[in-house]
Structures are given as structure tokens and as C-alpha cells.
């Protein structure tokens, strides 16, 4: 049982470039979400997904995508990295009435 | 958006002395979270809490959620080593908590020889 994985663990990407954030879920779980975290900061929300084909913006969304198109599946998009999107990227996910699970981050650089 | 006041930032302690952290919110929150992060890893649930006035414990951390639901508190009694790391408390506005988590910034622990 892997829990919440997420790919790559580190990255760099030149200004204007595109990628692509992986996470996927064992657990059969409904609710998946993306969080940045800027140092010295708590967590902040991008996107989340109630289930397979619903998603909706969190507090932070501009200049991210997301879609949903499995359970398991809920990559995130960056089309045109900027340097303020430098940042640690966590996924998540939960069942409703029960905790959170999350991965142990993505570190995303733009030079 | 929402704002999660936490407070410390950051403590400097011997081992073995108590530790006491919290947050404070202009909104009602239904559900109160404290979750540890280690260097390079993912935030770790510690402690969840349901209700106004709930005291909840795991091990030598207790956890309650204030009654005006505007706040909560984390204790570490007796502080170890492995405690060292980051606090973060986290509130839940509905139900189900199908909308996610309004995180505080943080409480660095840093535990001195």
C-alpha cells in the first residue's frame, strides 16, 4: 500500500517551460488536492477534486491546471513556469470523515 | 481566504521541558488538525479535533479545540530529540472537508543538547 506518490521529487524549469506534476492514490479515496509550500509558509491550496471528473480552484490557482479524469490520477499542470511559482508541491488525499493523507513533495524550481 | 494566526514561529528548548503552541482564526472552523512536517516530507497527522471544547490526547501531545471554535492548542509534555521539526495547525470549514485546509505557518521546534 504506497499511499499518495508523487514524481518527481526535484525539478528545475527555465522560465516559459511546461510540466507536468504527478500524484496518484492506492486508497480508493474521492477527495485528492494540490498545496504549494513557499518557505516559512504553511500550505496553500491550488486545486482540489471531490471525484473523478469535478475539479475546483483552492486559494492560489492562477497559472495551474489540473483535471481528473481517474480515482487514482490528479496531475497538475504548469504551462508557462514563472519564478514565483518556485515552490514545494504537495498532493493529498482523503475519504470524507477521515484524515488526510499526503506525499512527501515535489521541489519545483524556475531559473 | 482564510487566515490561521500561529503562534510561535519558532522555539528554542531543552529536552524534557514542556512544549505549548496555537492558533487563533477570525472564522469558525468545524474541525481542527495538527500535523508535523520533517525535513523533505509530507505534513504527518497528529491530532484531529471535532469538537467546541474537545481535549484530545496521542501520547505525550494534547490537543484542544477552543470553544469559541476560533482557536486550538498543541502541548508536548516532556520533550524528546525526534520531537524536533515543524508544527503546523490546519482548520476545516465544512463538514467533510471536501474543500481542503487553511493551513497556519508554522511553529519551527528546535530542541538544544
Known amino acids: 500500500n504506497a499511499g499518495v506518490t508523487q514524481t518527481p521529487k526535484f525539478r528545475i524549469l527555465k522560465i516559459g517551460q511546461s510540466m507536468t506534476l504527478q500524484c496518484t492514490q492506492d486508497?480508493?479515496?474521492?477527495?485528492m488536492y494540490w498545496y504549494r509550500q513557499d518557505p516559512g509558509m504553511g500550505l496553500k491550496l491550488i486545486y482540489y477534486?471531490?471525484?473523478?471528473?469535478?475539479?475546483d480552484k483552492g486559494e492560489v490557482p492562477n497559472g495551474y491546471n489540473v483535471s481528473r479524469s481517474t480515482t487514482e490520477d490528479f496531475p497538475l499542470r504548469l504551462e508557462l513556469a514563472a519564478p514565483s511559482q518556485t515552490s514545494v508541491y504537495f498532493c493529498?488525499?482523503?475519504?470524507?470523515?477521515?484524515?488526510?493523507?499526503f506525499g512527501s513533495g515535489t521541489r519545483l524550481t524556475v531559473v | 481566504g482564510q487566515q490561521l494566526n500561529q503562534s510561535p514561529q519558532s522555539m528554542f528548548i531543552q529536552e524534557g521541558e514542556d512544549v505549548s503552541m496555537n492558533c487563533t482564526s477570525s472564522?469558525?472552523?468545524?474541525?481542527w488538525l495538527w500535523y508535523k512536517q520533517d525535513p523533505g516530507e509530507g505534513p504527518v497527522l497528529l491530532i484531529a479535533?471535532?469538537?467546541?471544547?474537545e481535549l484530545t490526547s496521542n501520547g505525550r501531545l494534547t490537543a484542544q479545540f477552543g470553544i469559541t471554535r476560533k482557536d486550538s492548542f498543541l502541548n508536548i509534555s516532556a520533550s524528546i530529540p525526534s520531537d524536533v521539526g515543524i508544527y503546523f495547525c490546519?482548520?476545516?470549514?465544512?463538514?467533510?472537508?471536501?474543500?481542503?485546509?487553511?493551513f497556519g505557518k508554522g511553529t519551527h521546534l528546535i530542541i538544544q543538547p
Open positions: 493529498a488525499s482523503k475519504q470524507q470523515g477521515y484524515g488526510y493523507t
Open positions: 486508497m480508493n479515496h474521492n477527495y
Open positions: 477534486s471531490v471525484g473523478a471528473g469535478i475539479t
Open positions: 472564522s469558525i472552523f468545524n474541525t
Open positions: 479535533l471535532y469538537k467546541a471544547g
Open positions: 490546519a482548520g476545516q470549514l465544512r463538514g467533510g472537508g471536501a474543500d481542503g485546509l487553511t
